[in-house]
């Protein structure tokens, strides 16, 4: 599941999702909206064993400002009151990228339960949003606001803006989101109870510029403006999120859903979105939640959109112009900067509107390339239409910077749209720098649209075993043979330290054991294939290997040796 999700545009033309996971931070990445669960993605937080922030970490919200990035969130230390609100920081450009550091919790004097913190600009200044409750011998859930004296620092004390007031709402107000339009400020947010199927969207409204200090500015919708719908299949839909299509011209809601009733809080809330409109009066119109049954529209501006490149298919500024937002240019030194003058956008694009283009009057040289971060380690496909007029000196389609020797095609001349492809590329580096280069006479051109860099599916399920925490013993997607004697019931488990990732799996035990870590396999085309896996061993085992068996053929296996580093 993926509850609780928050989506942030970015400036850079992507999008940025977290969910709450429990015991981590994973930020998606991802040039459109449908794409984002196929995108970059990276852990760039894991909760520690112990501790105040230890345990329940819920719904992560991504904010950007004065050019850093933080990441609030809650957390507590598995007690019933322990829920706070915690901030990390990150300076990089790119939130999957540099070092996320600890700012510490937000400290708040009346010291109480607080959750689903995210942040309000209003007047040129700025303030934090939360749910949280007035003692300790409350059981409803209130929204809080007090203004931000730093990112991670209250700047005085918290005022109450909404209670739950209405039996709809039951004794929960949480999740608020900001959202203007029309000369007014709004906050969504949740009521009810994830426990329940009535889970719902409310709304408060406030003149823009008014003091979101004075309960007086905010008024509550009588009525959920978002709940349930049984004919749809759609139970407890909330925690919401809010943005925009890629063009800007459709307004779209992320919320969490389950599919049947009765699931709860559990890990069946899956995140799903759609567009919503806005009613006469200026108030927005949520709609009905649609059932997965149902293929939606793509956000406006996703047509030939790629779950990892961004402006794949040149649509984005909608026009023709210099250079395409979010590729870069390359020109060769020894022909000068003028060569940046023969890469840019025109009409006539494959799937949409434009398509990028390299073409000068004179000879030049020039390369049109973006830098794709966080991928997950594993063997990707680049792919890529083009059209080419023939007759130049080089014309090529290439991968470099993943982690191994850069890779081309090179382009054929070609009228009609031809895809070329460049397969097997094994990213190891965690991103990779794709391109096309073109070194020709003046007059002829080389066109190029719909990129597409795809991760090619994984026979196995969790390989690089990333998706649990430390000490996980149930380890996703694999099993666990015990022993003849039972001994290696809780010898494997989930450990920090991975190859090429934050996690590995290991065996160990103070005591004497026999366990095996397996997966089967199904569905495989009858073929060769080969398995590989990166080791490390303390030696010492009376029989230690990797091993393959029952695929129609006598058992395989290598013994792994003693050795302290990654082999």
Not at 268 to 276: D, E, G, N, P, S
Not at 483 to 503: K, L, M, P, Q
Not at 545 to 567: M, Q, S
Request: aromatic share 10%.
């Amino acid at each position: 599941g993926s509850p609780d999700p928050f989506i942030h545009k970015g400036r850079d033309g992507f999008y940025y999702m977290l969910s709450t996971s429990t015991a981590k931070i994973v930020i998606r990445k991802s040039p459109s909206i449908a794409g984002i669960d196929q995108g970059a993605m990276r852990t760039v937080w894991t909760a520690p064993s112990s501790g105040p922030n230890s345990r329940s970490v819920w719904a992560p919200e991504l904010h950007l400002i004065d050019k850093v990035w933080y990441i609030y969130f809650a957390a507590g230390d598995g007690g019933p009151a322990g829920q706070r609100l915690w901030v990390l920081a990150n300076s990089a450009a790119d939130p999957l990228e540099g070092t996320w550091l600890e700012k510490g919790r937000i400290d708040e004097v009346s010291d109480r339960w607080a959750i689903d913190g995210t942040v309000l600009r209003q007047n040129g200044s700025s303030y934090l949003l939360w749910s949280g409750r007035e003692d300790a011998s409350d059981p409803r859930q209130h929204l809080y606001i007090a203004p931000l004296r730093t990112p991670w620092e209250l700047g005085g004390p918290r005022v109450r803006i909404a209670s739950p007031t209405h039996p709809w709402e039951g004794n929960v107000n949480e999740g608020p989101q900001v959202l203007r339009r029309n000369g007014r400020l709004f906050i969504t947010f949740s009521a009810n109870s994830c426990t329940s199927d009535d889970y719902a969207l409310g709304l408060l409204t406030a003149a823009e510029g008014s003091d979101p200090l004075d309960p007086a500015s905010w008024t509550k919708t009588p009525g959920p403006v978002f709940q349930k719908a049984v004919a749809n299949g759609v139970y407890g839909p909330g925690h919401n999120g809010l943005t925009t299509s890629s063009d800007g011209t459709e307004d779209w809601l992320l919320y969490h859903a389950n599919a049947g009733p009765g699931q709860g809080c559990g890990g069946l809330r899956i995140t799903r979105a759609q567009k919503f409109s806005w009613h006469a009066d200026g108030t927005p119109d949520f709609g009905t939640p649609a059932c997965t049954c149902e293929a939606l529209p793509l956000p406006a501006g996703e047509r030939g959109a790629s779950p990892l490149v961004a402006n794949a298919s040149f649509e984005v500024e909608g026009r023709a112009n210099q250079t395409p937002r979010n590729w870069s240019t390359w020109a060769d030194e020894e022909v000068g900067v003028a060569d940046a003058g023969a890469d840019f956008v025109e009409a006539g694009g494959r799937s949409g509107s434009f398509a990028g283009i390299h073409r000068k009057g004179s000879d030049y040289q020039v390369a049109t390339q973006q830098v794709v971060t966080g991928l997950r380690n594993g063997t990707y496909t680049l792919r890529a239409w083009i059209q080419s007029s023939g007759g130049q000196e080089q014309a090529r389609l290439y991968a470099a910077g993943y982690g191994g020797p850069g890779r081309w095609v090179d382009i054929p001349a070609s009228a009609p749209w031809r895809q070329v492809t460049i397969g097997g590329i094994n990213v190891t580096a965690g991103r990779a720098t794709i391109g096309f280069s073109s070194r020709s006479p003046g007059g002829r051109w080389l066109r190029f649209d719909d990129v597409e860099l795809v991760k090619e599916p994984d026979l196995l399920r969790n390989a690089s075993f990333q998706l649990d925490v430390p000490n996980t013993q149930e380890i996703s997607g694999w099993k666990t043979w015990s022993g003849t004697d039972g001994t290696g019931a809780d010898a494997d488990r989930v450990e920090r330290g991975g190859h090429g990732g934050d996690y590995r799996a290991g065996h160990f035990k103070a005591t004497d054991y026999q366990v095996g870590t397996y997966q089967t396999v199904t569905g495989l085309a009858n073929g060769r294939y080969t398995l590989s896996a990166w080791v490390r061993s303390s030696g010492g085992q009376e029989a230690t290997y990797l091993e393959v068996k029952d695929f129609g053929g006598a058992v395989r296996r290598v013994d792994i040796p003693g050795t302290t580093n990654w082999v």
